[in-house]
């Protein structure tokens, strides 16, 4: 788990990692989240106390969860309806022990055991919570394509082109198809969106801000904001901005897909029934098939359990995690702005830099069993694209240190040139330069 809150506990100065950390990018919103404000309002109540916070909260009550419970739910964004979610493990867990439904992680697992705790995950590895989770997906879809057909028969839809003045009323369909022929704006077809009227009010508030609504930049009058649009062919959304998907039914289809991964998943099935099939009769008697030799089967892979890595060796993948604990350790120690070689505490992430290309602590770590703990197989920053880049080949250089031949670039260094000529990171940045 990840953290941007930090908590210090008497003279042990205990730091806590307590809300997600991501790299700077685009903020996202929650995929299907009610588009009115008053779901916001909704109460949620803890699942093992009586503390409660509004939905607009939630970041509070799992803080909440984590300090006073030492209880971690995963995939938050993918729970449809967050507070039914709570309700229902509140009632669970008030019939039996929270150890019946969460996986247990002890921290620290090799340090004193004055210094060990146990935190509970509750996820959709249970049977119980995927089952609960599916429901909630089921009822939120219901509940959308409801709304849907609500709009579709509403006959009481008036609005202005954001474009012209041209004034729409009847069925929504007529403006959206106005602005895709005559402005080409379009946001696809009527029968695939939802929240119509938040939708169009969320675009109109862009526009009355300056807003290019492709890629938000803002600009000092309409007439430039015009110019840019159509020049740059900005006029339509950017895909890519998950702040639009709650306004697309495709993106309550699936529990935790996106609708370019159910898009994609349509085009391999259309790709699949274009296929030529060949009973056994005729591959026997075509010489196509009459020669096996240059078949080749695909190897079964191994997954990493954190991201997305795969390799054909099981060694290779236990190296790839271990890899992935070191990161996260030098991630989590950069972002507490402490030199995760001596342990210096310092005031800013730019003097912890500072201090560590000036000591020469770039490759000094502490003794393996400081990182090598179980909570470090948690991503420090839920976007680190390097945790799957890790390289899981076993032709490496030779071992240069007590931790290995892992390679880490320690955060916000920006001097590779240094070092590309003084450290064994070459190799990794030099595969990073030729895939840039």
Partial sequence: MAACMERKINSDEQEWILEPLCFPEQPATDIGTNASSHHDMEVVTCVLCSHFAPLSEKDRLLKHLVLEHKLVIADVKLIADFPKYMEYWKNRISEKPITDFCSVIKTNSQGPVEKQEHYFLLCDVLPEDRVLREHLQQKRLEEILEQQQRERDDDSFQRICMFCNDEFTGNRSSLLNHMAREHSFSVGLPDNIVYCVEFLDHLQSKLDNLQCLYCEKTFRDKMTLKDHMRKKQHRRINGNNSEYDCFYIINYLEL??????????????????????????????????????????????????????????????????????????????????????????????????????????????????????????????????????????DSESEHTGPWGDVPVIAEDISNLKVLKQTSVLSHLLKNTDSSS
């Fill in 256 to 393: 935790g897909k996106t609708w370019e991964e159910v898009q994609s998943e349509d085009d391999r099935e259309m790709e699949d029934e274009d296929d030529v099939v060949f009973t056994i009769e005729e591959m026997a008697v075509c010489p196509l098939f009459s020669d096996w030799s240059d078949w080749q089967a695909h190897p079964v892979c191994a997954v990493c359990l954190f991201c997305e890595q795969q390799s054909e060796s099981m060694e290779k993948i236990y190296t790839h995690m271990e890899q992935v604990k070191l990161v996260n350790y030098i991630r989590r120690e950069i972002h507490q702005c402490r030199c995760y070689g001596c342990q210096e505490k310092f005031g800013s992430k730019p003097e912890v830099i500072r201090h560590v290309m000036e000591a020469g602590h770039v490759m000094q770590l502490p003794e393996t069993s400081t990182w090598d703990q179980p909570q470090y197989y948690f991503p420090t920053y839920e976007n680190d694209a390097l945790l799957c880049a890790l390289s899981d080949s």
